[in-house]
């Protein structure tokens, strides 16, 4: 846990130690998972237009973080993650853009189970790195839509995992 208030801390600092050269963006979506909806939320913020000398490409940093759980036949799931991200913006055409980078987080499984046997519970977690993909159509200059894709370290609770959702631009 130490070390998950560390990594926010440092995010926080990074963030305010760069001057925003682009606008910030909120987004607030719903996973795929056979089990239960698993819900996400992420902040970002441009700080560097035309990243690495190339032209319109935009890096952007910021947060996230994902819960989702569910209870059947006496058995209670939960999943949480929560870390920082780097993303870097490409425009393809005037409303769409693709994105992609990775993230550095900090993830939580805990299971339970009550029944017949007696009460059981197992969790475990620990620091992770995400790959991130996706792409953002945008309404006007403020609302849009996002599909996204992301490969985890931790294969056993999470692996792949794919959302959609809405994004506001401000």
Not at 69 to 75: I, L, M
Not at 88 to 94: A, L
Request: hydrophobic residues 40%.
């Amino acid at each position: 846990m130490k070390k998950l208030a560390l990594l926010i801390v440092a995010v926080a600092f990074l963030q305010i130690g760069l001057k925003a050269q682009d606008s910030q963006l909120i987004k607030v979506g719903i996973g795929v998972n056979s089990n239960a909806t698993p819900i996400e939320a992420s902040y970002e913020r441009g700080v560097k237009k035309d990243f690495l000398g190339v032209k319109n490409l935009t890096l952007g940093l910021g947060v996230y973080g994902s819960y989702y759980g569910y209870n059947k036949d006496g058995w209670s799931f939960s999943y949480a993650i929560i870390g920082a991200r780097a993303l870097v913006h490409y425009p393809i055409f005037e409303k769409l853009e693709a994105y992609a980078g990775f993230m550095l987080g900090y993830d939580k499984a805990t299971i339970t189970y009550s029944g017949p046997l007696g009460d059981l519970t197992a969790s475990g977690g620990g620091f992770q790195w995400n790959g991130v993909g996706g792409l953002r159509y945008v309404f006007n200059d403020h609302w849009g839509v996002y599909a996204e894709a992301n490969y985890s370290s931790t294969s056993g609770a999470s692996g792949t995992a794919e959302s959609i959702g809405v994004a506001y631009k401000f």
